[in-house]
């Protein structure tokens, strides 16, 4: 009896251990210059190695720049890349930073991907070439209201119960408009514009808040006729900060007219106050100068005028600066550049300007030769770092593609599927025989690889035809796990499901019953935006048994 019962048990394996998933990872965001840093992720390794993982991804923005890293640097990554070998964690960096591309682009800011300004019209003034101004924000300081009700908006939420006319509070003139007391969902004002087609326009306003939840939520943007959205910058709102200018930009694309959304959308509590709301031409801001994005120079009679004989270069010496190389600001005052013809004259100029959505993401621009050269150097020093057995295609959140004149006429889905089989060739070259594998979203037509994304000019789908075979999947759409899963399964791929994003542990429980049934699931990797290690452990007990 005794014998039955010990041989029982011993048959009887640790229920981490029955039918394991062959891929058990973990996902890492790090900055490897910081010795702390180190050595928090070290002991996390430890930890994961205990738990049953059995790799990791690691990204850092540093991987595009290790020309120019320090030495410590790579120390630092040496000691990290012992430790995964001394802990048996197989080591899969990230490369390519098609939709985070800062590190990236401070080898060429100009690189960076931007929307077309068409025949922007420009008059000599004092000696320099000034946007013609026809843009007007009426009642844009709040001064005329009828009771709460501000005069020349096309849209006010709750004038009398949730917004009110302020004449104590303000940043300047009389008055401001507050909100409070929230009984709907939104605290906003709208107000109608008429714009030029294909024009960049900046726009600056005056908040002023207290306790507001969710600050996340405070939004400014432009909105064309039929609910096309035109710009998806942050507004950095604070949830208390006093009197602060917020600044976003946009496109008109092939809109005259569009309406400016200013407020807090799915409000909770606190309040806030608005004021000084300005529309402008923005000029020559952020003016890109590559190959890709000409500058043309045409009189007001449509006559070809050379670059040299009108003007000095256009160009912006702040473009891609601040705080750093590849990272882009849109407050630096408009480039003021020197005319060489008669006061007064007017010209017509095309060009292309920067674009950054939400807080300063940006993409490279996929066709411009450089950028291959930049994506060639950056992964052979990757893989020289880590002397890994794969490359992680970094190619999530493309906000911005097809746009720039040297893009226009291809969808991003065709340019990214020439762009990922670019990128798939490349890392067999650089790790002949590993793994290359891409986050699944931007060739995911149940995911991002749609149609209206952002400010893509044109269509994600058919991005999956530069898939093939011997790519696996970063799969992260568990939103639609059924459609998904068995969409990449047709194509042949293999999976890796990134789970866990913050979010309960259990959450993964039915992704992983939608993955039964489905071909060629090879793991699951442990997904944290935030750096949150602190479920490591639970979630390798719910996520690792088949």
């Not at 993982?53 to 630092?76: E, H, P, Q």
Request: aromatic fraction near 12%.
């Amino acid at each position: 009896m005794f014998g039955t019962i010990a041989c029982l048990i011993l048959l009887r394996k640790p229920p981490m251990l029955v039918e394991q998933f062959p891929v058990r990872w973990f996902y890492v965001q790090t900055n490897l210059a910081v010795e702390k840093n180190v050595d928090g992720l070290i002991s996390v390794m430890e930890r994961a190695k205990k738990a049953g993982y059995n790799g990791m991804v690691i990204t850092d923005s540093k991987f595009s720049i290790l020309d120019k890293v320090y030495k410590n640097y790579f120390d630092n990554a040496e000691r990290v890349r012992k430790k995964g070998e001394e802990f048996g964690l197989t080591i899969t960096p990230a490369v390519a930073d098609m939709g985070w591309s800062s590190g990236l682009l401070s080898h060429d800011v100009n690189l960076i991907e931007g929307q077309p300004v068409k025949r922007a019209p420009f008059v000599v003034t004092n000696g320099v070439l000034a946007p013609e101004r026809r843009v007007n924000y009426t009642n844009s300081g709040m001064e005329q209201s009828n009771g709460d009700k501000l005069v020349g908006f096309s849209y006010q939420d709750g004038p009398g119960t949730e917004s009110f006319v302020d004449t104590a509070i303000k940043h300047s003139g009389n008055q401001s408009i507050r909100f409070e007391n929230y009984k709907g969902v939104n605290a906003r004002v709208m107000h109608p514009l008429t714009v030029r087609p294909w024009q960049q326009y900046r726009v600056r306003f005056w908040l002023k808040t207290e306790a507001v939840v969710p600050v996340s939520e405070f939004r400014c943007f432009a909105m064309g006729e039929g609910g096309k959205v035109l710009s998806f910058m942050d507004t950095g709102a604070k949830q208390t900060q006093d009197w602060t200018e917020h600044t976003i930009i946009f496109n008109s694309q092939n809109f005259d007219k569009v309406t400016l959304y200013t407020g807090l959308w799915s409000c909770q509590s606190g309040k806030f106050w608005l004021d000084d709301i300005t529309v402008e031409e923005a000029g020559f801001l952020n003016v890109l100068r590559r190959p890709g994005a000409p500058v043309k120079v045409e009189y007001d009679d449509g006559t070809a005028a050379k670059e040299t004989d009108v003007c000095s270069r256009i160009e912006d010496t702040n473009l891609g600066t601040t705080p750093w190389m590849g990272e882009y600001t849109f407050t630096h005052p408009t480039p003021q550049i020197r005319s060489r013809i008669k006061e007064g004259t007017k010209v017509l100029v095309s060009y292309t300007h920067a674009v950054a959505t939400e807080s300063g993401k940006t993409a490279i621009c996929p066709s411009e030769p450089k950028t291959l050269e930049i994506l060639n150097d950056s992964f052979s020093r990757i893989a020289s770092l880590w002397k890994p057995k794969g490359l992680f295609l970094a190619h999530d959140e493309i906000r911005v593609a097809g746009v720039c004149p040297l893009c226009e006429g291809k969808t991003p889905g065709s340019l990214y599927a020439q762009n990922l089989r670019l990128c798939v060739e490349l890392s067999h070259k650089t790790v002949p025989g590993g793994m290359t594998l891409v986050w699944s979203d931007m060739f995911d037509p149940f995911h991002n690889a749609v149609d209206n994304y952002y400010l893509a000019g044109g269509t994600w789908k058919e991005s999956w035809k530069g898939l093939t075979p011997d790519v696996t999947i970063m799969n992260w759409n568990s939103g639609k796990p059924k459609d998904s899963l068995a969409f990449f399964a047709s194509l042949g791929c293999h999976q890796i499901l990134s789970g866990f994003y913050d979010a309960p542990v259990d959450n993964v429980k039915p992704w992983l019953a939608a993955a039964k049934s489905v071909k060629n699931i090879d793991g699951v990797m442990y997904t944290t935006w935030v750096g949150d290690y602190s479920k490591l452990e639970a979630f390798a007990k719910v996520a690792f048994s088949k």
